[in-house]
């Protein structure tokens, strides 16, 4: 349930759910003395509604500010526009509107900026009620606001996805052409169609494309998956808990996303602001004492990696001894495997829902504390040549 002061969510996976969660806050509310607002609340199940002035539709997986919020700050700009004078507090408000917006679509803080820039040189921070005229500092931004093309409109949203990535790159080249003109511009997509080469011919810029699988481009894609990405799954977070707990603390999760990241600093596959770096295979590991948990697919290349840029690493990955990647791993251990227990929630993912991995078992996952250090890994070999054979211990749910 999410609230914000007396404006309450209650989201559930069914409508019978929603339907008990809305009796509940509703007795809630009652038995607290509050009155609820019922001519304001929406109390049937919906899919498509509106919370704190934005339009969630989870139909087309969309997220929009409401008419009247848009209503509201075009009005006020155009008049402004108008007028070529404003108070500061007038000004505020404006901003207020921008930095709202810009929650939805960034480029809103884009033409904030300008704004904010000159009312730091000219007013003192004490008169409210000050008048400032409008010159090109504001009026030009303003203008290319409520020109700009800053949303998908809805005949345009009805567009095959191939369709709506080519008309992106098109709108990005032209907004940027003063600045990318006469240069090479490396584009990251998952659609390898996309080609805007007689443009590109006019104003001398030089196209590459980096093709992204869409099973890598998790965060571009999730809203429009309706079914679990295989090579997204993450740990039960208990589970997990105990393993970052077993070798010291490593520093960050190298192979995640905001989705299923276990630390709060993680190297995504795609660009991300919340991300430290993107593309952890193009990164430097030396020195570093990460955690990783990914695809098996890559485990050729990052044992590799590991081996060329010393560094610790704690591993989630198979157990699978038939594997050319497996003699590699073991070379690198520094402790004996601890094997995962095997309950029925132990990955999942969340994207548009929670899904849970129907067979975990089949994954056979250990964790492995490996390390590039040649030092490390002989002294480790040169322990079990005095003891006992290599085994793996058992990791127990536990709880916290």
């Given amino acids: 349930m999410h609230n914000y002061l007396d404006d309450w969510l209650i989201p559930e996976t069914s409508q019978t759910a929603c339907l008990v969660g809305v009796e509940f806050v509703i007795d809630m509310i009652l038995r607290l003395g509050f009155i609820p607002n019922c001519v304001k609340s929406e109390l049937v199940p919906t899919q498509v509604f509106s919370y704190l002035g934005v339009v969630f539709n989870l139909v087309e997986a969309s997220v929009l500010p409401t008419d009247s919020r848009l209503h509201n700050f075009m009005m006020l700009a155009q008049r402004l526009l108008v007028e070529q004078s404003a108070s500061v507090c007038t000004l505020h408000v404006l901003i207020g509107h921008l930095e709202s917006l810009a929650a939805m679509n960034v480029r809103f803080r884009q033409f904030k900026r300008p704004l904010q820039w000159h009312l730091s040189r000219v007013w003192d921070g004490l008169s409210w009620d000050l008048v400032i005229p409008l010159g090109p500092w504001f009026i030009l931004p303003i203008q290319k606001c409520l020109v700009d093309k800053w949303m998908w409109t809805p005949s345009e949203r009805s567009c095959h996805i191939n369709l709506l990535e080519m008309e992106a790159v098109h709108r990005a080249c032209l907004h940027f052409r003063t600045v990318i003109r006469h240069r090479r511009i490396l584009l990251r997509l998952d659609n390898t169609s996309v080609e805007i080469l007689e443009w590109c011919d006019d104003w001398g810029v030089v196209l590459s494309a980096k093709h992204i699988p869409s099973s890598v481009d998790v965060l571009a894609d999730s809203l429009s998956h309706r079914s679990p990405v295989q090579t997204e799954w993450m740990l039960h977070r208990t589970v997990d808990y105990r393993v970052l707990q077993l070798w010291g603390s490593p520093q960050l999760d190298m ?89 029925p929630d132990l990955l999942n993912q969340r994207l548009c829902r929670t899904e849970w991995h129907p067979k975990p078992e089949v994954f056979r996952l250990h964790a492995w504390w490996l390390s590039g250090f040649p030092s490390e890994t002989e002294a480790f070999l040169n322990g079990l040549q005095t003891s006992s054979p290599l085994r793996s211990a058992s990791l127990r749910r536990g709880s916290t």
Wanted: with cysteine; glycine share 2%.
């Fill in 255 to 343: 192979f995640a996303t905001r989705l299923n990241s276990q630390l709060s600093v993680f190297v995504s596959p795609v660009t991300d602001p919340l991300a430290l770096e993107y593309d952890a295979l193009s990164m430097d590991w030396t020195g570093l004492d990460f955690y990783a948990f990914h695809p098996p697919v890559l485990l050729g290349k990052v044992l590799a990696k590991i081996r060329q840029q010393p560094c610790r690493v704690t591993l989630v990955a198979p157990s699978w001894a038939a594997q050319a990647w497996f003699p590699p791993l073991l070379s690198l251990l520094v402790q004996e495997p601890v094997r995962l227990p095997l309950i």
